[in-house]
């Protein structure tokens, strides 16, 4: 089962509502749904809860070191009360996948994630679970840190802000430590359809419009075949 459960992000106001800190996002939310309150901890370099659930112990961590020293946080806590790397899941933004998706991974390389390779590093060990939640890519490399550390537009927000609550449907798989049926339940949560507003499938289709220079016939008149 998952014991440990980490939102990166980067520390302090100007820092709260960029994309580097969905993670930050995705542990609050969490910490919601089991209804605790994350404080300091200064043992553990970062905001910190703790609840037992079906007997189990269960840790919510927010690092406050700043993303690039992430691990020193993880690591203290892990190592504390011996919680195996494969316990761990580290929820952080994503660049390749787009605002609203979200996908669950275990190991693997940091791929240049700096609060990924902190962990590794400090860790000693990639084996450890990522949920990944999209914040899109700017499309060009050099643009990336700059994109990070800025806010989403407003659609995208709401588009991760819904991604983050179907995310949390697999929480009981998580704490069951049922990650087949938690990664079923993470990549089959896809945003709702949208639908037409109200007002515009109330509304009948408008009439067809004659062509320029020509005349609707009269009501009950046949044109005969082949007219204009």
């Given at each position: 089962m998952i014991k440990l459960f980490v939102g990166l992000g980067n520390p302090g106001p100007e820092y709260e509502a960029t994309r580097h800190n969905a993670g930050f996002w995705w542990v609050d939310a969490?910490?919601?749904?089991l209804k605790v309150n994350l404080a300091m901890d200064k043992g553990y370099h970062g905001y910190v809860a703790r609840t037992t659930v079906h007997g189990q112990t269960v840790w919510l961590l927010q690092p406050q070191t700043f993303m690039n020293l992430s691990g020193k946080s993880v690591a203290a806590l892990a190592r504390f009360f011996k919680?195996?790397?494969n316990e761990i899941l580290v929820a952080h933004d994503e660049l390749d996948i787009a605002p609203?998706?979200?996908k669950l991974k275990f190991g693997g390389s940091h791929a240049g994630h700096n609060g990924l390779r902190d962990i590794h590093a400090?860790?000693?060990s990639g084996d450890y679970w990522r949920l990944r939640l999209g914040v899109g890519h700017p499309g060009n490399k050099a643009d990336v840190v700059n994109w990070v550390l800025k806010k989403p537009s407003q659609d995208d927000r709401i588009a991760m802000e819904?991604?983050?609550?179907?995310?949390?449907?697999a929480l009981p798989a998580f704490l069951a430590g049922d990650m087949d049926k938690a990664t079923l339940l993470v990549h089959t949560s896809k945003p709702p359809r949208p639908h037409a507003p109200q007002a515009?499938?109330?509304t009948p289709p408008s009439p067809a419009v004659a062509p320029?220079?020509?005349r609707?016939?009269?009501t009950g008149t046949t044109l005969p075949e082949g007219a204009p």
């Open positions: 969490l910490a919601r749904e919680i195996a790397p609203g998706q979200v400090q860790l000693g819904q991604c983050i609550d179907r995310s949390l449907k515009l499938r109330d320029a220079g020509t609707p016939p009269a």
